[in-house]
């Protein structure tokens, strides 16, 4: 009788341990949750809001992002009527100038990004690429920022594109690490743009150093660096086109325990959203299954 006690004492232990380590954050949300963004920028049909909303639960998708804080509120809305998250908000920030972002526009956004967990997702120009001496004035206004959104359980993450002055995600691991704000403050890797702009071709040391500052990560359809840096290549596809290998790239987040939000980079997808978000769930739903069964790492 002791020793059934003692084995249901065990299993009861091991099913809550495997139960706390299986997501990535106190609410029990699933490792890897998919939303797509900028799936409207060059969607023929045009939709709304609600429609775009509406499309996305009928796929299947756990959310989307939504750029600029312009209509943002409207966004979280019309998510929250389809039960979907409203996952990122994309801001502008621009260094040269003496007001570096529309602090009005973003303050007025927050209350309705608290239901969401929304991350406030920085892109930020105004200098030379990766120019460390503006690294001071990034960080003031990062955490100028942050103490915004605190209050509101809205995170920072600083996004790297190219050609702005945020470009690589060594730069955006460099002023996460000076501002100094852990689970307030990290980055997002972005697959494309490590592409076509990262000079370190070692996807592994990448993501390794990003690890302990990574809050989201993006990929897409995409042929491979290579052809991608030379000018060859198409770096934005639905997914299950293009010739990169997408599955080795999940394979290396797996490798550094990385279970937090992926999103899907629609940006210049020229035809129906409907149509090619589909085919790229479709594919998400193969290679999210398949993830497990090969250790290959991607890289040019």
């Known amino acids: ?6 084995l249901l004492v065990l299993c009861l ?7 706390a380590s299986a997501s990535p954050d106190d609410e029990g949300e ?15 049909k045009k939709r709304t809001l609600p429609q775009q909303a509406e499309m996305l639960k009928e796929l299947g998708y756990a959310g989307c992002g939504h750029l600029w804080p312009n209509k943002a ?3 979280a809305e019309t998510l929250s009527n389809a039960k979907l998250r409203l996952f990122q908000v994309y801001v502008r920030v621009n260094l040269a100038k003496p007001k570096p972002f529309d602090k009005k526009a973003v303050a007025e956004i927050l209350p309705a990004l608290k239901p969401h967990k929304t991350q406030l997702t920085l892109l930020i120009t105004g ?10 004035k990034a960080v003031v206004v990062v955490k100028r920022i942050a103490d915004m959104t605190k209050d509101y359980n809205v995170k920072i993450a600083l996004y790297p594109h190219t050609g702005d002055w945020l470009e690589t995600s060594g730069d955006a691991v460099r002023i996460a690490k000076k501002v100094n704000r852990p689970g307030e403050v990290g980055t997002m890797f972005n697959l494309c743009h490590w592409m076509k702009a990262d000079p370190n071709r070692n996807l592994r040391a990448v993501l390794k150093e990003a690890q302990p500052w990574l809050m989201a990560v ?5 042929d491979t660096p290579k052809e991608v840096r030379s000018g060859k290549g198409n770096w934005i596809q639905p997914l299950g086109h293009g010739s990169y290998d997408i599955s080795a790239f999940l394979n290396a987040l797996q490798a550094i325990n990385y279970s937090g939000p992926v999103g899907l980079q629609c940006w210049g997808i020229r035809s129906d959203a409907g149509k090619h978000l589909k085919q790229s769930i479709e594919t998400w739903n193969v290679l999210r299954a398949n993830s497990k069964s090969s250790n290959r790492v991607a890289g040019d």
């Open 30 to 44: 699933a490792a890897w949750p998919f939303f797509a963004f900028c799936m409207d920028t060059h969607d023929t």
């Open 127 to 136: 200098g030379k690429r990766s120019d460390n001496q503006l690294d001071d």
């Open 73 to 75: 509120d409207t966004r």
């Open 1 to 6: 009788m002791k020793q059934t006690n003692w």
């Open 13 to 19: 232990f091991v099913g809550l341990s495997c139960q």
């Open 218 to 222: 993006s990929l897409s359809g995409s």
